[in-house]
Protein backbone atom coordinates (compact mmCIF):
# COMPACT_ATOMS: atom_id res chain seq x y z
CA UNK A 1 0.00 0.00 0.00
CA UNK A 2 0.97 3.37 -0.46
CA UNK A 3 1.56 5.71 2.41
CA UNK A 4 -0.13 9.48 2.63
CA UNK A 5 0.50 12.47 4.56
CA UNK A 6 -1.21 15.46 4.22
CA UNK A 7 -0.25 19.14 5.25
CA UNK A 8 -1.20 22.71 4.21
CA UNK A 9 -4.56 23.25 6.95
CA UNK A 10 -4.73 26.00 9.35
CA UNK A 11 -6.94 28.80 10.04
CA UNK A 12 -8.50 31.23 7.54
CA UNK A 13 -10.75 33.67 7.16
CA UNK A 14 -13.90 33.05 4.90
CA UNK A 15 -12.97 34.35 1.34
CA UNK A 16 -9.59 33.47 1.43
CA UNK A 17 -7.16 30.48 0.40
CA UNK A 18 -5.63 27.58 1.35
CA UNK A 19 -3.47 24.57 -0.27
CA UNK A 20 -3.50 21.34 0.90
CA UNK A 21 -0.35 18.82 -0.33
CA UNK A 22 -0.27 15.43 0.01
CA UNK A 23 2.72 13.42 -0.06
CA UNK A 24 2.92 9.61 -0.65
CA UNK A 25 5.38 7.20 -0.33
CA UNK A 26 5.92 3.49 -0.38
CA UNK A 27 4.68 2.05 -4.14
CA UNK A 28 4.66 4.23 -7.75
CA UNK A 29 2.38 6.73 -7.01
CA UNK A 30 1.85 7.50 -10.42
CA UNK A 31 0.09 3.68 -10.69
CA UNK A 32 -2.62 5.28 -8.19
CA UNK A 33 -5.73 7.54 -8.94
CA UNK A 34 -6.24 9.92 -6.22
CA UNK A 35 -9.19 11.79 -4.34
CA UNK A 36 -9.35 14.11 -1.12
CA UNK A 37 -11.92 13.78 1.35
CA UNK A 38 -13.02 15.95 4.64
CA UNK A 39 -14.87 15.17 7.64
CA UNK A 40 -16.65 17.43 10.23
CA UNK A 41 -17.67 17.07 13.56
CA UNK A 42 -20.36 14.96 14.18
CA UNK A 43 -20.70 14.57 10.16
CA UNK A 44 -20.22 11.33 8.18
CA UNK A 45 -16.85 11.24 5.60
CA UNK A 46 -17.97 13.61 2.36
CA UNK A 47 -15.89 13.19 -1.09
CA UNK A 48 -14.71 16.40 -2.11
CA UNK A 49 -12.35 15.79 -5.32
CA UNK A 50 -10.91 13.08 -7.45
CA UNK A 51 -8.02 12.45 -10.39
CA UNK A 52 -7.02 9.66 -12.40
CA UNK A 53 -3.58 8.74 -12.58
CA UNK A 54 -2.91 10.57 -15.70
CA UNK A 55 -4.34 13.61 -14.07
CA UNK A 56 -6.45 14.01 -17.05
CA UNK A 57 -9.82 13.19 -15.03
CA UNK A 58 -11.34 14.60 -12.48
CA UNK A 59 -14.13 15.00 -10.68
CA UNK A 60 -15.49 17.00 -7.61
CA UNK A 61 -18.47 17.41 -5.25
CA UNK A 62 -21.18 20.08 -6.57
CA UNK A 63 -20.27 21.77 -3.08
CA UNK A 64 -16.85 22.67 -4.07
CA UNK A 65 -17.03 22.45 -7.67
CA UNK A 66 -15.87 25.79 -9.27
CA UNK A 67 -13.76 26.79 -6.07
CA UNK A 68 -11.58 23.79 -5.59
CA UNK A 69 -9.02 22.73 -8.22
CA UNK A 70 -6.98 18.76 -7.19
CA UNK A 71 -4.11 18.50 -9.31
CA UNK A 72 -0.77 16.30 -8.88
CA UNK A 73 2.70 16.21 -9.81
CA UNK A 74 3.56 12.01 -10.15
CA UNK A 75 7.61 13.41 -10.52
CA UNK A 76 7.35 14.63 -6.59
CA UNK A 77 4.67 11.76 -5.40
CA UNK A 78 2.37 14.63 -4.47
CA UNK A 79 -1.24 15.44 -4.86
CA UNK A 80 -2.95 18.85 -4.08
CA UNK A 81 -5.88 20.55 -3.61
CA UNK A 82 -6.62 24.59 -3.88
CA UNK A 83 -9.12 25.28 -2.25
CA UNK A 84 -10.06 28.67 -3.20
CA UNK A 85 -13.37 31.28 -1.91
CA UNK A 86 -13.37 29.39 1.46
CA UNK A 87 -16.43 29.02 3.82
CA UNK A 88 -16.96 28.38 6.84
CA UNK A 89 -19.20 25.57 5.90
CA UNK A 90 -15.90 24.15 4.37
CA UNK A 91 -14.45 23.66 7.95
CA UNK A 92 -13.66 19.69 8.24
CA UNK A 93 -10.44 17.86 9.07
CA UNK A 94 -9.22 16.54 4.87
CA UNK A 95 -7.89 13.52 3.86
CA UNK A 96 -5.87 12.03 0.66
CA UNK A 97 -6.60 9.13 -0.02
CA UNK A 98 -5.71 7.03 -2.85
CA UNK A 99 -6.56 3.70 -4.81
CA UNK A 100 -4.57 1.48 -7.34
CA UNK A 101 -5.37 1.85 -11.13
CA UNK A 102 -5.64 0.10 -13.69
CA UNK A 103 -5.37 2.73 -16.48
CA UNK A 104 -4.32 6.38 -16.63
CA UNK A 105 -7.98 7.17 -17.25
CA UNK A 106 -9.28 5.48 -14.20
CA UNK A 107 -11.45 7.64 -12.10
CA UNK A 108 -12.45 6.11 -8.82
CA UNK A 109 -15.90 6.42 -6.98
CA UNK A 110 -16.18 8.17 -3.79
CA UNK A 111 -16.04 3.79 -1.87
CA UNK A 112 -13.16 3.06 -4.10
CA UNK A 113 -10.32 4.84 -2.11
CA UNK A 114 -8.18 2.09 -0.29
CA UNK A 115 -5.44 3.81 1.58
CA UNK A 116 -5.76 7.22 3.69
CA UNK A 117 -3.37 9.66 5.17
CA UNK A 118 -3.83 10.98 9.06
CA UNK A 119 -6.06 14.30 7.81
CA UNK A 120 -5.29 17.48 8.14
CA UNK A 121 -7.82 20.60 9.88
CA UNK A 122 -9.12 23.20 7.76
CA UNK A 123 -11.02 25.87 9.65
CA UNK A 124 -12.63 28.72 8.20
CA UNK A 125 -13.57 31.75 10.34
CA UNK A 126 -16.75 33.93 9.25
Known amino acids: QVQLVESGGGLVQAGGSLRLSCAAS????????MGWFRQAPGKEREFVAA????????DYAVSVKGRFTISRDNAKNAVYLQMNSLKPEDTAAYYCAAVAASTIWYLPGPSDFASWGQGTQVTVSS
Open 26 to 33: GRTFSNYA
Open 51 to 58: ISWGGSNK
